[in-house]
């Protein structure tokens, strides 16, 4: 099956920086979303992009589909960006989500 | 977007009992997903809950421990049989809508 790779694992940030979260997949997609997972648990829809730019407040994400990867721009980070951010693929038209493993984000004050 | 609400949020139970896990959507939904994330992990899917017909179980999961019910377009549940410790995780059910996938705010359950 679909491979989904994320890095890094971890990120440590203090607040204002700016980051990137990189998503990698072993085969052909036809969706491709990041979620962020925030301290209470609850999962957010941040972008549905299977390939192209989005950008949503500071939030941007890019997928190169032919080349198989997706990156998660956070700029200007805040606290409240803290949490676990999960890429997630759609190999065929059924709506399962195969999940990688997530990079987990820390924004210190 | 879709809005989910699962019952109950949380819950302690004892090894060898089930717990019955609810999920409802403010919109009538095709698709209606259940999965599991153990602790300090990703999540996993366990199963596709189809409305009208048996749930299709992904592989390791098994309706026997596992089993489902879809009985309207805006309504499933889950049921954790037979509990052991390593059942505690927290349980998401989740709908696809719009071509983006939104998640309930989980289940944690405990199992002692």
């Known amino acids: 099956g679909i491979q989904v790779e994320q890095s890094p694992p971890d990120l440590i940030l203090q607040e204002g920086a700016n980051s990137t979260l990189r998503c990698n997949f072993s085969?052909?997609?036809?969706?491709l979303q990041w979620f962020h997972q925030n301290p209470w648990g609850q999962l957010i829809n941040l972008f549905y992009?299977?390939?192209g730019t989005k950008q949503n407040g500071r939030l941007s994400a890019t997928t190169v589909a032919t080349e198989r990867y997706s990156l998660l721009y956070i700029s200007s980070s805040q606290t409240t960006d803290s949490g676990v951010y999960f890429c997630?693929?759609?190999?065929?038209?059924?709506?399962?989500?195969?999940f990688g493993q997530g990079t987990t984000l820390q924004v210190k004050p | 977007s879709a809005v989910i609400s699962q019952k109950p949020s949380r819950d302690i139970c004892q090894r060898g009992t089930s717990l019955t896990i609810q999920c409802q959507v403010d919109?009538?939904?095709?698709?209606m997903f259940w999965y599991r994330q153990q602790p300090g992990q990703s999540l996993t899917l366990i199963a596709t809950?189809?409305?009208?017909?048996?749930?299709?179980?992904e592989s390791g999961f098994v309706i026997d421990k596992f089993p489902i019910s879809r009985p309207n377009l805006t309504f499933s549940t889950l049921t954790v049989s037979n509990m052991s410790p390593e059942d505690s995780s927290i349980y998401l059910c989740?709908?696809?809508?719009?071509?983006?996938?939104?998640f309930g705010p989980g289940t944690r359950l405990t199992v002692t």
């Open positions: 989740s709908v696809l809508h719009g071509g983006r996938q939104y």
């Open positions: 997630a693929v759609e190999a065929s038209n059924t709506g399962k989500l195969i």
């Open positions: 992009i299977p390939s």
């Open positions: 085969d052909s997609v036809n969706n």
């Open positions: 919109s009538q939904v095709t698709m």
């Open positions: 809950a189809n409305q009208g017909s048996e749930a299709t179980y």
